[in-house]
């Protein structure tokens, strides 16, 4: 089974420029989620889709962010526009629906191999 | 809120040396504690999780690691480390779904490297 997957691997755009980031998730993952590091810092959260719903977008930096997940199957990240401080390694991970009935326990989250956005 | 704290951005250890990688957390709720390991131009990997069962966890390529409540860490081990150990490792905290929606948090991460 194909595991998550992410284009492009590398990005490198200027500043004011716009670009559009793709997960594709495990297939019947219902749970999508996209992580960021930036240079130097820990891994952050951004947003938690749960198929097409957005779930959780507590992490999103601002306004410039726009995620989507059309259908409930790949989702898109789109950066418009770009600033130098977007630059860093966007992850994609996915997960299954929760293991107990009312949404409780936790699942494994899979991870893709990343985007590394550099902006000029 | 969670956090997670990882003391050492770099650790290097000799081939065959104890591998001791320290991880601290903060959960207002009991939490799911992970370790995962990024090898270079890979993706993140799960390495082991601490799910409310056993204290000490076993993991992937003989990595352990032992939940204590007391002391709010989870830190991670190997007997022996070898040249193949060489990656990044990240500690995390998850609230579950009911918490969170299962998101992560992340510690800064450790670069281990491996030396002969």
């Known amino acids: 089974e194909a595991g998550v997957t992410q284009f492009p691997s590398h990005s490198v755009i200027e500043k004011g420029q716009t670009v559009t980031l793709r997960c594709d998730p495990i297939s019947g993952h219902d749970n999508l989620y996209w992580y960021r590091r930036v240079m130097g810092k820990e891994i952050k959260f951004l947003l938690h889709?749960?198929?097409?719903?957005?779930?959780?977008e507590s992490g999103m930096p601002n306004n410039r962010f726009l995620a989507e997940r059309t259908g409930g199957t790949y989702s898109t990240l789109k950066v418009q526009p770009a600033e130098l401080e977007d630059s860093g390694v966007y992850f994609c991970?996915?997960?299954?629906?929760?293991?107990?009935?009312?949404?409780?326990?936790?699942?494994?989250?899979?991870f893709g191999p990343g985007t590394r956005l550099t902006v000029l | 809120a969670q956090s997670v704290t990882q003391l050492g951005s770099h650790v290097s250890v000799s081939e065959g040396a104890l591998v001791l990688l320290r991880c601290n957390y903060s959960?207002?709720?009991?939490?799911?504690l992970f370790w995962y390991v990024q090898y270079p131009n890979q993706g993140l990997q799960l390495l082991l999780k601490y799910t409310s069962a056993a204290t000490l966890v076993k993991g992937i390529n003989g990595f352990e690691a032992e939940f204590k409540k007391s002391e709010t860490s989870f830190h991670l081990t190997k007997p022996s480390a070898h040249m193949s150990d060489a990656a990044e490792y990240f500690c995390?905290?998850?609230?579950?779904?009911?918490?969170?929606?299962?998101?992560?948090?992340f510690g800064t991460g450790t670069q281990l490297k491996v030396e002969l």
């Open positions: 889709f749960v198929k097409e719903s957005k779930q959780d």
């Open positions: 991970a996915s997960s299954p629906e929760p293991p107990i009935a009312g949404g409780a326990g936790w699942n494994e989250q899979f």
């Open positions: 995390a905290v998850s609230e579950g779904f009911t918490g969170g929606g299962n998101k992560l948090t």
């Open positions: 959960s207002s709720v009991p939490p799911y």
